[in-house]
Nanobody, 115 residues
Framework: QVQLVESGGGLVQAGGSLRLSCAAS????????MGWHRQAPGNQRELVAA???????TTANSVKGRFTISRDNAKNTVYLQMNSLKPEDTAVYYC?????????WGQGTQVTVSS
């Protein structure tokens, strides 16, 4: 089992910044990609960004140029730096980690952007 604990969400004004963190623990050997998804009320969960152990990244077009994903393999932690936040970024943000055929999810952290 892999446990993921997110932190860093909160309330911010439009144009502001937040940094999310996700720390992995438990059976963390062979964790492959890690990333962030988000889900707004009434919407499906969508990919925000993902990163491989080697640092290769995938970023959704809606956040490209504003959000940056990074990873500290020594700390088993993935980060999401969110700049120039918009009200439409408001959602619950979930961390995930892939290991073999399993995908693990964190409990989610709320990000609210006021206009």
């Amino acid at each position: 089992q892999v446990q993921l604990v997110e932190s860093g969400g909160g309330l911010v004004q439009a144009g502001g910044s937040l940094r999310l963190s996700c720390a992995a623990s438990g059976s963390i050997f062979s964790i492959n990609s890690m990333g962030w998804h988000r889900q707004a009320p009434g919407n499906q969960r969508e990919l925000v960004a993902a990163i491989t152990p080697g640092g290769g990244t995938t970023t959704a077009n809606s956040v490209k140029g504003r959000f940056t994903i990074s990873r500290d393999n020594a700390k088993n932690t993935v980060y999401l730096q969110m700049n120039s936040l918009k009200p439409e970024d408001t959602a619950v943000y979930y961390c995930n980690a892939a290991r073999g055929t399993q995908t693990y999810w964190g409990q989610g952290t709320q990000v609210t952007v006021s206009s």
